[in-house]
Every structure is written in structure tokens, then in C-alpha cells.
């Protein structure tokens, strides 16, 4: 019994870590030899982010990509771009109210219907896009994007963005995560 319990939380604590709250999608050119890439630059020109949640993301990515063999250079074999956009989300939720059973005259047994609720909530949702581009053939070869960054709290925008880059670039270069 206390095998078949550990096994079963073992798979519960497996399905709740693999949950993303994120939207994460990629995609790349096949024909790209990724083992040929060794340095890279940013391009942030019209990256519109605050310093803050700008540096958040750079550095975030720089670390990312070290991990992954690549250093920064001023001649690059890679162009990292970045964009930042946010919509505002208006969530509607309508609580149908209760009913009841109930013995009444003259007509006896009845449903009756309470009042039901409606409320909206209001919020920003983020997303990031990574386009990294081969600097020699100026062609998109690797392309990330995710979406789903709290973007009206600060605490969470600095939890949040450390997670979404590390899952964004997760599948770079393509096949190292399966």
C-alpha cells in the first residue's frame, strides 16, 4: 500500500511541476547549423520596456544563452531582438446565483431562483518575443515567443520574466529539450 502511494504522488508532484502557467511556443529554420553559432549580440532598438523590466530580460537572456555555450561579442555570428508587448484582459465572471426546493401554497412543490452575480476583473497580460537572427545571411533562424506575464505587479514581473526566458529559450538550440 505505501508503494502504491508514493507512486501516486510521485505522479501527482510530476504533473503539477510540468503545468506552465505560460504560452510558450518556437519555431526555426532547419536548414540553420546551430553547432556553427558561438557568439551574439542584442538589438534592442525599439524594445519598449522600462529599464528595470529591460534589464530584468537581458540579463536573463545573456545568462541563458552563456549557459548554452554562446558569449557576447560586438561581431557576432548571431542578432538577439527582442519585443515586448502587453493587452489588457477583461475577465467577466457571473455567478448563476442558488436555488431551492420548497413547499408552498397553492402550488406545492417548486424550484425558486436566487440572484445570481456578475463582476469583471480587469488586468495586463505580457508576452515576450526572441527573433535570433544568422548576422552573416541576416535571415530569422531561431524564433520564441511566450505569453502570459503579470505585467500590473512588479513582484511578479520579477519572478515572472526569469521563467518565461528560461522556458522561451528552453528549446534553444532546436532539439536540446524533448
Known amino acids: ?25 518556437t519555431d ?18 525599439d ?21 548554452k555555450g554562446l558569449t557576447a561579442s560586438t561581431s557576432p555570428d548571431l542578432i538577439v531582438k527582442l519585443k515586448a508587448s502587453h493587452k489588457r484582459i477583461e475577465d467577466t465572471t457571473i455567478d ?25 476583473t480587469d488586468y495586463h497580460r505580457g508576452s515576450l518575443m526572441i527573433d535570433i537572427v544568422d548576422a552573416k545571411t541576416n535571415k530569422l533562424v531561431w524564433q520564441g515567443a511566450g505569453a502570459g ?10 519572478r515572472q520574466i526569469p521563467e518565461i526566458v528560461t522556458e522561451i529559450l528552453a528549446n534553444y538550440p532546436p532539439g536540446s529539450k524533448k
Not at 33 to 40: G, S
Not at 49 to 65: F, G, H, P, S, Y
Open 1 to 25: 500500500m505505501k508503494k502504491h502511494i508514493l507512486l501516486l504522488m510521485a505522479m501527482v508532484m510530476i504533473g503539477v511541476t510540468s503545468c506552465s502557467p505560460y504560452r510558450i511556443t
Open 28 to 45: 526555426y529554420a532547419a536548414s540553420a547549423n546551430f553547432t556553427e553559432y558561438k557568439t551574439y549580440q542584442f538589438r534592442v532598438d
Open 47 to 67: 524594445l519598449k520596456l522600462n529599464d528595470l523590466d529591460k534589464d530584468r530580460v537581458l540579463n536573463e537572456i545573456a545568462k541563458n544563452l552563456q549557459n
Open 96 to 120: 448563476p446565483g442558488f436555488g431551492m426546493w420548497g413547499w408552498g401554497r397553492p402550488f406545492g412543490w417548486g424550484w425558486g431562483f436566487g440572484m445570481s452575480r456578475a463582476w469583471t
Open 149 to 158: 506575464i503579470n505585467v500590473d505587479s512588479p513582484r511578479s514581473k520579477q
